[in-house]
């Protein structure tokens, strides 16, 4: 394996010199392999971004560069592969001596913890520790706003009240798991679940120790049993970690734990942060969101070699809601779909580069079931059809076109770009598209309130999309089963309800072999765009920077085509 990486990245090339020195790998050097393969320890990994975390707190944060970031002080049963681009889909045990003894039925699953696993102050990591942690996410009234894939699929009927209600003498009264000693534990699902293994890899399933546990302000300061420790955090300001010296590098065969400190600078000013990057003074963008339109250009004519263009897993897209007239109407839906001037929205994201490829579907390349040939629109060759618009208008009984509003945070100029590029392109037709530009801080309770939504007649709303994990479950389901739709921080714009597409998502669930299951969201996928209830914009891709001083960088699936943080290690 140590020959394959120093053999990869030999194919990054050579290339330019940030404001620091040293040598950048090349352009795409951490795209598909690794660039700067090395094990020298040492140094300080400077982090910089413009957005902090939703919380830091394992069972709260949602926020995608959280998860990635957190391994470095929360460890799981199991985690992605360290290693680069669709290999990181594939798990592997990290406190589990394995990936579990799966029962028969599917429905059960054991894991044995490893040895010499430990918290911060040398105390072991229990199975019990690991079962509290996972209850926490049950406390939805004080720990809010964390994935709930575990509950649902533990807990559907919602019979646990968490651990802070929970009226055992131990708090640890949730029946869905046992722990029949400190080194076992044992999870009983009531129906099978192909992507329970990728829940238990999420943060949220990291274990968390009930005398640590300050519950609402566990985020300010979380009790490490990864490889480093909490120094300071001052939100919206920065934060420190440094090496946790009770981990042991025995009982952790995934994380490289190269640097001797780790710092984050939190800024507001975006084109600022990419100048310090340019210049040196900083390894990564925390949030690898893709540098600005200034900051990308100067990188790519100066520094291209300090440069990857990633795709992120994310699609941008429009969503058409089925409570607000026309779009109850599918060729009404359709008529917008064949308007819109597909390389006018692709320019708007940024261009094939730093914008992506032309989306043709609602499942990104990263996900099991994209099919590459499908385009049932025709919107790859880039072009308006005007005149299937107009069809499609004529048999929604909309011929002379419609009035309606497009939706849009204010706070994401992209999108207001290809608010505006839709608006001309549908005006082309007759459809008067008004930009309603929200406060992109509140879109929760804007566009994610679908109350709201029909009173201020949101025909079209504008938002993106990324995977929580790499399956049609992490991906489609949240925005396309019915059962999702909420009456606050709703995903599911459209509000599609469709009894066909459910059962295929509980097809999909149900199948534990990946390949199975990805055809069977393939099928989801085609009745979603069938239904003409989303436009797809792009397969998202950025423009990203990494220093020359950055060793064992590459961008994994499992992060949406962020670098993996944990094997991240710096010349000093």
Same mark, same amino acid.
Request: aromatic share 12%; charged share 30%; glycine share 6%.
């Given at each position: 394996m140590v020959a394959a990486l120093v053999g990869t990245a030999a194919c990054g090339g050579g290339g330019s010199s940030d404001g620091k020195g040293g040598k950048a790998a090349g352009f795409n050097a951490g795209v598909g392999k690794v660039a700067s393969a090395s094990d020298k320890k040492g140094g300080e990994l400077k982090f910089i971004g413009t957005q902090d975390a939703d919380s830091w707190d394992p069972q709260r944060g949602y926020y995608g560069f959280m998860w990635d970031f957190a391994r470095y002080y929360v460890r799981t049963l199991v985690t992605p592969k360290a290693a680069p681009g669709a290999q990181s889909s594939t798990l592997v045990p990290d406190m589990a001596t394995d990936t579990g003894q799966i029962s028969a039925d599917k429905k059960t699953y054991t894991f044995k913890l490893r040895d010499g696993l430990t918290w911060e102050d040398g105390q072991p990591v229990t199975t019990q520790q690991i079962k509290y942690g996972i209850e926490r996410t049950w406390a939805t009234d004080k720990i809010s706003g964390g994935p709930t894939w575990l509950k649902d699929a533990l807990d559907p009927d919602k019979e646990y009240k968490g651990p802070y209600k929970d009226t055992s003498k131990d708090k640890l009264g949730l029946k869905a798991i046992e722990t029949p000693d400190e080194k076992t534990i044992v999870f009983k699902l009531p129906k099978p679940n192909g992507d329970f293994l990728q829940m238990l890899a999420l943060p949220a399933a990291g274990p968390v120790r009930q005398d640590k546990d300050t519950v609402e302000k566990y985020g300010n300061k979380p009790f490490s049993n990864g490889p480093y420790k909490w120094v300071s955090y001052t939100p919206n300001k920065g934060l420190e970690l440094v090496r946790n010296d009770k981990w042991k590098k025995e009982s952790d065969p995934v994380r490289k734990a190269l640097p001797d400190k780790i710092t984050v600078k939190l800024t507001t000013n975006a084109d600022d942060m990419d100048n310090r990057l340019i210049a040196g003074d900083y390894d990564l963008d925390l949030n690898a969101t893709g540098m600005g339109s200034a900051g990308r250009q100067k990188a790519l004519q100066s520094n291209k070699a300090n440069v990857d263009n990633p795709e992120t897993g994310f699609i941008r897209y429009a969503a058409f809601p089925k409570t607000v007239a026309p779009f109850d109407n599918e060729h009404c839906r359709k008529a917008v779909i064949h308007a819109a001037d597909h390389t006018s929205l692709q320019t708007a994201r940024g261009g094939p580069q730093a914008g992506g490829d032309i989306g043709t579907s609602m499942l990104p390349p990263s996900v099991k079931g994209f099919d590459a040939a499908y385009d049932p629109y *025709?919107?790859?060759?880039?072009?308006?059809? *005007?005149?299937?618009a107009k069809e499609e208008l004529k048999a929604c009984g909309k011929a002379e076109g419609f009035k309606t509003t497009i939706a849009v945070r204010n706070n994401k100029p992209p999108e207001v770009a290809t608010a505006e590029s839709l608006q001309a392109a549908l005006k082309k037709v007759g459809i008067d598209a008004q930009i309603d530009q929200y406060d992109g801080a509140q879109t929760t309770g804007i566009i994610g309130a679908p109350k709201n939504v029909k009173a201020k007649n949101y025909g079209i709303i504008i938002m993106g999309w990324g995977a929580d994990f790499p399956s049609g479950q992490g991906f489609?389901? +949240?925005?396309?089963?019915?059962?999702?739709?909420?009456? $606050?921080?709703?995903?599911?714009? +459209?509000?599609?309800?469709?009894?066909?597409?459910?059962?295929?998502?509980?097809?999909?669930?149900?199948?534990?072999? +990946?390949?199975?299951?990805?055809?069977? !969201?393939?099928?989801?996928?085609?009745?979603?765009?069938?239904?003409?209830? !989303?436009?797809?914009?792009? !397969? *998202?891709?950025?423009?990203?920077?990494? $220093? $020359?001083?950055?060793?064992?960088? !590459?961008?994994?699936?499992?992060?949406n085509g962020r670098y993996d943080y944990a094997s991240l290690g710096v010349v000093k």
């Open positions: *025709e919107v790859k060759q880039g072009k308006p059809n *005007e005149a299937k489609l389901k +949240p925005i396309a089963d019915g059962r999702f739709i909420q009456d $606050s921080g709703n995903q599911n714009y +459209p509000e599609l309800d469709d009894p066909a597409v459910n059962k295929l998502f509980d097809d999909g669930v149900a199948e534990t072999d +990946p390949e199975k299951a990805g055809k069977i !969201y393939q099928e989801a996928n085609k009745k979603v765009m069938e239904g003409a209830w !989303y436009l797809p914009f792009t !397969y *998202e891709k950025n423009i990203i920077w990494r $220093s $020359s001083r950055l060793t064992n960088v !590459y961008t994994a699936d499992s992060y």
